[in-house]
């Protein structure tokens, strides 16, 4: 079965620090690697994902398939960014695998 | 554009009730799921749907049921509810396989 590891089920950092939320994948081909954010009485809704190679609110993610890793980055958080954070796998007929999640917090 | 909405919000079930969790898109897409998010876990998908008339099986599908009648539908239904589906249930939807995935805001259900 595909899977998606996000090692970090809490993550927090000060405004302005540069913050990292780990994504592994389990390899099989050519996976469709995604981020999903959640805010705060919000529903989940994309971030980005690895094909458009965007960066979206300062956020990047780069697809290291020699470590299937799918890391999401940004330089200087900021407090808007605290959120749950969820990397996906997409594996056909958009069958997304969520990995747990990464609960991020940017303190003041 | 109401995007994807779901229906109830929140409900609490006895044991061995049933009910069904309702789903609507109104954005035409093909695709729609239904995943559920244990806490502290991630997102498990139970049931998708590529078009109108078609159903597959998810990770975890035992003790739910689906139909998919028209395009904008996706109902999910529980027989004999449990304690272990308590959760939160999200439907999703999808124009394509390679395209974004929309969700509604969640059904939190308690069995108890």
């Known amino acids: 079965a595909q899977r998606v590891t996000q090692p970090e089920k809490l993550l927090s950092v000060f405004k302005g620090a540069p913050v990292e939320l780990k994504c592994n994948y389990s390899?099989?081909?050519?996976?469709?690697l995604f981020w999903y954010v959640q805010y705060s009485r919000q529903r989940l809704q994309l971030l980005l994902r690895?094909?458009s190679r965007e960066s979206i609110k300062g956020f990047t993610a780069d697809l290291n398939k020699g470590e299937t890793s799918f890391h999401l980055k940004k330089p200087f958080a900021q407090e808007e960014d605290s959120a749950m954070y969820y990397c996906?796998?997409?594996?056909?007929?958009?069958?997304?695998?969520f990995g747990q999640g990464t609960r991020l917090t940017i303190n003041p | 554009n109401a995007g994807v909405t779901q229906t109830p919000k929140f409900r609490i079930l006895k044991i061995g009730q049933s009910m069904t969790l309702q789903c609507t898109q109104d954005?035409?897409?093909?695709?729609m799921y239904w995943y559920r998010q244990d806490p502290g876990m991630g997102l498990k998908l139970i049931y998708y749907?590529?078009?109108?008339?078609?159903?597959d099986k998810g990770e975890v599908p035992n003790g739910y049921n689906v139909s998919r009648s028209t395009t904008e539908d996706f109902p999910l239904r529980l027989e004999l509810a449990a304690p272990s589906q308590t959760s939160v249930y999200f439907c999703?939807?999808?124009?394509?396989?390679?395209?974004?995935?929309?969700f509604g805001q969640g059904t939190r259900l308690t069995v108890v």
């Open positions: 999703a939807s999808s124009y394509s396989d390679r395209t974004e995935a929309f």
């Open positions: 390899y099989s081909g050519s996976p469709e």
């Open positions: 690895h094909i």
């Open positions: 996906a796998r997409g594996q056909g007929a958009q069958k997304l695998v």
């Open positions: 954005m035409n897409h093909n695709y």
């Open positions: 749907s590529v078009g109108a008339g078609i159903t």
